[in-house]
Protein backbone atom coordinates (compact mmCIF):
# COMPACT_ATOMS: atom_id res chain seq x y z
CA UNK A 1 0.00 0.00 0.00
CA UNK A 2 1.58 3.30 -0.85
CA UNK A 3 1.90 5.25 2.22
CA UNK A 4 1.16 9.01 1.28
CA UNK A 5 2.45 11.05 4.31
CA UNK A 6 4.83 13.70 2.91
CA UNK A 7 7.39 15.66 4.39
CA UNK A 8 10.09 18.41 3.59
CA UNK A 9 13.24 16.43 3.04
CA UNK A 10 16.64 18.44 2.98
CA UNK A 11 18.56 14.99 1.87
CA UNK A 12 18.85 11.32 1.71
CA UNK A 13 21.93 10.61 2.98
CA UNK A 14 23.34 7.34 2.00
CA UNK A 15 26.13 5.04 3.61
CA UNK A 16 26.44 6.76 6.75
CA UNK A 17 28.25 5.59 9.56
CA UNK A 18 28.20 8.60 12.02
CA UNK A 19 24.35 8.00 13.06
CA UNK A 20 23.83 4.77 14.51
CA UNK A 21 25.09 1.14 14.01
CA UNK A 22 26.11 0.15 10.75
CA UNK A 23 26.16 1.08 7.39
CA UNK A 24 22.88 3.51 7.04
CA UNK A 25 20.72 5.81 5.42
CA UNK A 26 19.83 9.04 7.46
CA UNK A 27 16.33 11.15 6.48
CA UNK A 28 16.70 14.67 7.08
CA UNK A 29 13.26 16.03 8.19
CA UNK A 30 13.80 20.01 7.88
CA UNK A 31 12.55 22.07 10.62
CA UNK A 32 13.78 21.90 14.23
CA UNK A 33 12.06 23.93 17.75
CA UNK A 34 15.56 24.60 18.45
CA UNK A 35 18.03 27.14 17.12
CA UNK A 36 21.70 25.80 18.19
CA UNK A 37 24.31 28.59 17.77
CA UNK A 38 26.54 25.61 16.40
CA UNK A 39 23.98 23.77 14.82
CA UNK A 40 25.62 21.85 12.23
CA UNK A 41 22.69 21.79 9.98
CA UNK A 42 21.04 25.41 9.86
CA UNK A 43 19.52 25.19 6.47
CA UNK A 44 17.49 22.26 8.35
CA UNK A 45 16.03 24.44 11.14
CA UNK A 46 13.39 26.56 9.20
CA UNK A 47 10.32 24.04 9.09
CA UNK A 48 9.50 25.95 5.58
CA UNK A 49 11.43 25.69 2.38
CA UNK A 50 13.85 28.36 1.28
CA UNK A 51 17.18 28.80 -0.69
CA UNK A 52 20.76 27.72 -0.42
CA UNK A 53 23.42 29.28 -2.70
CA UNK A 54 26.13 27.18 -4.21
CA UNK A 55 28.38 30.27 -5.53
CA UNK A 56 31.10 28.57 -6.95
CA UNK A 57 29.00 26.69 -9.16
CA UNK A 58 27.49 30.19 -11.06
CA UNK A 59 28.07 30.65 -14.73
CA UNK A 60 27.26 34.60 -14.39
CA UNK A 61 24.26 34.22 -16.91
CA UNK A 62 21.98 36.35 -15.22
CA UNK A 63 18.86 34.37 -15.54
CA UNK A 64 17.65 34.08 -11.89
CA UNK A 65 17.61 38.16 -11.40
CA UNK A 66 15.20 38.34 -14.30
CA UNK A 67 12.66 36.03 -12.67
CA UNK A 68 13.11 36.68 -9.03
CA UNK A 69 9.28 38.77 -8.31
CA UNK A 70 11.28 40.32 -5.32
CA UNK A 71 14.04 41.84 -7.15
CA UNK A 72 16.33 40.30 -5.09
CA UNK A 73 18.90 38.80 -6.56
CA UNK A 74 22.46 40.09 -7.84
CA UNK A 75 25.48 38.47 -9.30
CA UNK A 76 28.81 39.96 -8.82
CA UNK A 77 31.89 38.18 -8.54
CA UNK A 78 31.48 36.49 -6.33
CA UNK A 79 28.28 34.44 -7.88
CA UNK A 80 24.90 35.36 -6.83
CA UNK A 81 23.55 36.98 -3.59
CA UNK A 82 19.93 37.02 -2.10
CA UNK A 83 18.10 39.42 -0.09
CA UNK A 84 16.99 36.84 2.17
CA UNK A 85 14.73 38.68 4.14
CA UNK A 86 12.71 39.77 0.89
CA UNK A 87 12.91 35.99 -0.76
CA UNK A 88 9.64 34.13 -0.09
CA UNK A 89 11.07 31.07 -1.28
CA UNK A 90 8.74 30.95 -4.56
CA UNK A 91 11.51 28.74 -6.22
CA UNK A 92 11.71 30.74 -9.44
CA UNK A 93 15.13 31.79 -9.40
CA UNK A 94 16.27 27.86 -8.82
CA UNK A 95 14.33 26.71 -11.97
CA UNK A 96 16.39 28.81 -14.10
CA UNK A 97 19.38 27.93 -12.68
CA UNK A 98 20.86 24.81 -14.72
CA UNK A 99 24.16 25.47 -13.15
CA UNK A 100 22.41 24.87 -9.63
CA UNK A 101 24.25 27.48 -7.79
CA UNK A 102 20.73 28.06 -6.26
CA UNK A 103 18.31 25.51 -5.13
CA UNK A 104 15.84 24.69 -2.45
CA UNK A 105 17.26 23.41 0.27
CA UNK A 106 14.30 20.69 0.48
CA UNK A 107 11.87 18.43 -0.90
CA UNK A 108 8.83 17.36 -0.28
CA UNK A 109 8.68 13.39 -0.36
CA UNK A 110 6.23 10.72 0.16
CA UNK A 111 7.03 7.84 2.82
CA UNK A 112 6.46 5.96 -0.61
CA UNK A 113 9.59 7.90 -2.41
CA UNK A 114 11.55 7.57 0.49
CA UNK A 115 11.03 4.01 0.82
CA UNK A 116 12.02 3.50 -2.83
CA UNK A 117 15.54 4.89 -1.67
CA UNK A 118 16.13 3.20 1.37
CA UNK A 119 15.75 -0.16 -0.30
CA UNK A 120 17.93 0.55 -2.57
CA UNK A 121 20.64 -0.17 -0.15
CA UNK A 122 19.20 -2.97 2.10
CA UNK A 123 21.98 -5.47 1.43
CA UNK A 124 24.40 -2.44 3.03
CA UNK A 125 22.20 -2.40 6.14
CA UNK A 126 21.88 -6.26 6.77
CA UNK A 127 25.60 -6.90 6.24
CA UNK A 128 26.52 -4.25 8.46
CA UNK A 129 23.74 -4.41 11.55
CA UNK A 130 22.58 -0.72 10.02
CA UNK A 131 19.61 0.51 8.51
CA UNK A 132 17.63 3.73 8.53
CA UNK A 133 17.99 7.07 11.17
CA UNK A 134 15.25 9.39 11.65
CA UNK A 135 16.65 12.69 11.73
CA UNK A 136 17.23 16.48 11.10
CA UNK A 137 15.76 19.46 11.93
CA UNK A 138 13.80 17.12 14.88
CA UNK A 139 12.04 13.99 13.74
CA UNK A 140 9.10 14.68 16.78
CA UNK A 141 8.20 17.98 14.73
CA UNK A 142 6.83 15.04 12.03
CA UNK A 143 5.24 12.83 13.87
CA UNK A 144 2.70 11.63 11.38
CA UNK A 145 5.66 10.88 9.06
CA UNK A 146 7.86 9.32 10.97
CA UNK A 147 4.92 7.17 12.31
CA UNK A 148 4.22 5.82 8.71
CA UNK A 149 7.94 5.93 7.93
CA UNK A 150 8.98 3.52 11.11
CA UNK A 151 5.69 1.38 10.08
CA UNK A 152 6.91 1.42 6.48
CA UNK A 153 10.90 0.17 7.59
CA UNK A 154 9.04 -2.37 10.03
CA UNK A 155 7.18 -3.95 7.12
CA UNK A 156 10.33 -4.61 5.41
CA UNK A 157 12.44 -5.91 8.50
CA UNK A 158 14.95 -2.64 8.70
CA UNK A 159 15.91 -1.30 11.76
CA UNK A 160 15.57 2.25 12.65
CA UNK A 161 17.56 4.83 14.80
CA UNK A 162 15.81 8.09 15.69
CA UNK A 163 18.25 11.07 16.27
CA UNK A 164 16.32 13.41 18.50
CA UNK A 165 17.17 16.98 20.53
CA UNK A 166 14.35 15.11 22.38
CA UNK A 167 12.19 18.65 22.30
CA UNK A 168 8.59 17.26 21.64
CA UNK A 169 5.59 15.87 22.79
CA UNK A 170 6.64 13.05 25.00
CA UNK A 171 3.72 10.55 24.32
CA UNK A 172 4.71 11.08 20.34
CA UNK A 173 8.33 10.09 21.63
CA UNK A 174 7.12 7.18 23.94
CA UNK A 175 5.45 5.78 20.88
CA UNK A 176 8.01 6.06 18.29
CA UNK A 177 10.27 5.01 21.04
CA UNK A 178 8.73 1.86 22.11
CA UNK A 179 8.03 0.49 18.36
CA UNK A 180 9.61 -2.74 17.98
CA UNK A 181 11.76 -1.73 14.38
CA UNK A 182 13.13 1.32 16.43
CA UNK A 183 16.48 -0.04 18.00
CA UNK A 184 18.21 3.21 19.07
CA UNK A 185 17.25 6.65 20.22
CA UNK A 186 20.20 9.10 19.89
CA UNK A 187 19.30 11.56 22.23
CA UNK A 188 21.17 14.92 22.64
CA UNK A 189 22.66 16.34 26.28
CA UNK A 190 23.53 19.89 25.28
CA UNK A 191 23.84 21.64 28.47
CA UNK A 192 22.34 20.48 32.28
CA UNK A 193 22.14 24.43 33.48
CA UNK A 194 18.29 25.23 31.90
CA UNK A 195 19.58 28.88 31.13
CA UNK A 196 22.48 28.47 29.62
CA UNK A 197 20.58 25.80 27.69
CA UNK A 198 17.96 28.54 26.59
CA UNK A 199 20.82 30.75 25.73
CA UNK A 200 22.63 28.25 23.47
CA UNK A 201 19.54 26.32 22.07
CA UNK A 202 16.65 29.06 22.32
CA UNK A 203 14.99 26.68 24.28
CA UNK A 204 14.95 25.45 28.41
CA UNK A 205 16.32 21.74 29.28
CA UNK A 206 13.14 20.55 31.59
CA UNK A 207 11.18 18.99 28.57
CA UNK A 208 14.12 17.94 26.96
CA UNK A 209 15.36 15.92 30.47
CA UNK A 210 12.27 15.03 31.11
CA UNK A 211 11.59 12.92 28.36
CA UNK A 212 15.30 11.53 29.13
CA UNK A 213 13.74 10.40 32.28
CA UNK A 214 10.73 9.00 30.64
CA UNK A 215 12.57 6.86 28.04
CA UNK A 216 15.04 5.68 30.73
CA UNK A 217 12.09 4.85 33.39
CA UNK A 218 10.53 2.34 30.57
CA UNK A 219 11.99 -0.84 30.11
CA UNK A 220 10.42 -1.43 26.63
CA UNK A 221 12.90 2.20 25.59
CA UNK A 222 15.71 2.03 28.17
CA UNK A 223 18.12 0.33 26.97
CA UNK A 224 17.55 2.40 23.06
CA UNK A 225 19.01 5.17 25.04
CA UNK A 226 22.23 6.20 23.03
CA UNK A 227 23.27 9.89 24.34
CA UNK A 228 25.20 12.22 22.46
CA UNK A 229 27.26 15.06 23.73
CA UNK A 230 27.78 17.82 21.15
CA UNK A 231 30.95 19.59 22.94
CA UNK A 232 32.28 23.27 22.89
CA UNK A 233 34.84 24.40 24.01
CA UNK A 234 34.22 26.88 26.83
CA UNK A 235 31.06 26.57 26.38
CA UNK A 236 29.83 22.92 28.06
CA UNK A 237 32.90 21.42 28.76
CA UNK A 238 33.80 22.68 32.02
CA UNK A 239 34.35 20.08 35.01
CA UNK A 240 31.60 20.88 36.98
CA UNK A 241 29.01 20.58 33.73
CA UNK A 242 30.71 17.20 32.75
CA UNK A 243 30.10 15.65 35.89
CA UNK A 244 26.56 16.85 36.14
CA UNK A 245 26.23 15.05 32.88
CA UNK A 246 27.89 11.63 34.06
CA UNK A 247 25.80 11.80 37.13
CA UNK A 248 22.49 12.11 35.20
CA UNK A 249 24.04 9.32 33.09
CA UNK A 250 24.25 7.05 36.14
CA UNK A 251 21.60 7.89 37.75
CA UNK A 252 18.93 7.05 34.48
CA UNK A 253 21.12 4.13 33.84
CA UNK A 254 21.97 5.39 30.58
CA UNK A 255 25.01 3.08 29.32
CA UNK A 256 26.11 4.36 25.72
CA UNK A 257 27.17 7.94 25.05
CA UNK A 258 29.00 9.64 21.85
CA UNK A 259 31.52 12.77 22.33
CA UNK A 260 30.70 14.90 19.63
CA UNK A 261 33.39 17.83 19.40
CA UNK A 262 32.73 20.83 17.64
CA UNK A 263 33.43 21.61 13.94
CA UNK A 264 32.85 24.38 11.45
CA UNK A 265 30.49 22.56 9.14
CA UNK A 266 27.31 24.50 9.63
CA UNK A 267 29.26 28.06 8.64
CA UNK A 268 29.55 28.38 4.79
CA UNK A 269 25.66 26.60 5.14
CA UNK A 270 24.33 29.39 7.39
CA UNK A 271 26.09 31.91 5.30
CA UNK A 272 24.95 30.38 2.35
CA UNK A 273 21.09 30.41 3.50
CA UNK A 274 21.38 33.73 4.95
CA UNK A 275 21.50 32.42 8.47
CA UNK A 276 23.52 33.96 11.50
CA UNK A 277 25.70 32.07 13.10
CA UNK A 278 28.55 32.06 15.76
CA UNK A 279 32.28 30.47 15.59
CA UNK A 280 33.35 28.58 18.24
CA UNK A 281 36.16 26.05 19.05
CA UNK A 282 36.40 22.08 19.93
CA UNK A 283 37.41 20.75 23.54
CA UNK A 284 41.46 19.95 22.86
CA UNK A 285 42.37 16.76 22.13
CA UNK A 286 43.52 16.26 25.41
CA UNK A 287 40.26 17.17 27.36
CA UNK A 288 38.25 15.14 24.99
CA UNK A 289 40.49 12.41 25.97
CA UNK A 290 39.58 13.71 30.33
CA UNK A 291 36.01 14.03 29.26
CA UNK A 292 36.20 10.47 28.15
CA UNK A 293 37.70 9.03 31.03
CA UNK A 294 35.37 10.58 33.18
CA UNK A 295 32.42 8.95 31.74
CA UNK A 296 34.08 5.52 31.72
CA UNK A 297 35.34 5.33 34.75
CA UNK A 298 30.90 5.60 35.48
CA UNK A 299 30.48 2.64 33.61
CA UNK A 300 29.74 4.51 30.32
CA UNK A 301 30.98 3.08 26.93
CA UNK A 302 32.18 6.69 25.26
CA UNK A 303 32.50 7.16 21.62
CA UNK A 304 34.37 9.81 20.38
S1 LIG B 1 20.87 31.60 -12.84
FE1 LIG B 1 22.36 30.43 -11.63
S2 LIG B 1 24.20 30.42 -12.92
FE2 LIG B 1 22.86 32.04 -13.74
S3 LIG B 1 23.56 33.91 -12.67
FE3 LIG B 1 21.87 33.05 -11.46
S4 LIG B 1 22.90 31.78 -9.92
FE4 LIG B 1 24.40 32.18 -11.54
S1 LIG C 1 13.10 31.97 -4.31
FE1 LIG C 1 13.46 33.98 -3.39
S2 LIG C 1 15.26 34.80 -4.47
FE2 LIG C 1 14.46 33.07 -5.69
S3 LIG C 1 13.06 34.03 -7.17
FE3 LIG C 1 11.79 33.43 -5.43
S4 LIG C 1 11.74 35.24 -4.10
FE4 LIG C 1 13.44 35.55 -5.56
Redesign the pocket.
Known sequence: MRKTNTALIGNIQKFSTQDGPGIRSTVFLKGCPLQCVWCHNPEMIRPQN??ILSPSRCIKCGA?TE???????TVGEEGPA???T?????????EVCYAKA?T?VATEMTVSYVMETILQDRDFYEDSGGGVTISGGEPLQHGDFARELIDACSEEGIDVCIDTSGYGETELLMELASQPAVTHILFDIKHMDSGEHERLTGVGNELILGNLRALAADPGTHDKIWARMPLLHGVNDGEAEIRAIRDLLQELGIRRVSLLGYHEMGIAKARHTGAGYMEFEAPSKERMNEIRDLLQEAGVEVEA
Not at 67 to 73: L, N, Y
Not at 86 to 94: I, L
Request: charged share 10%; with cysteine; aromatic share 4%.
Open positions: QMCVCPKGGIIDFACEACGACAIP
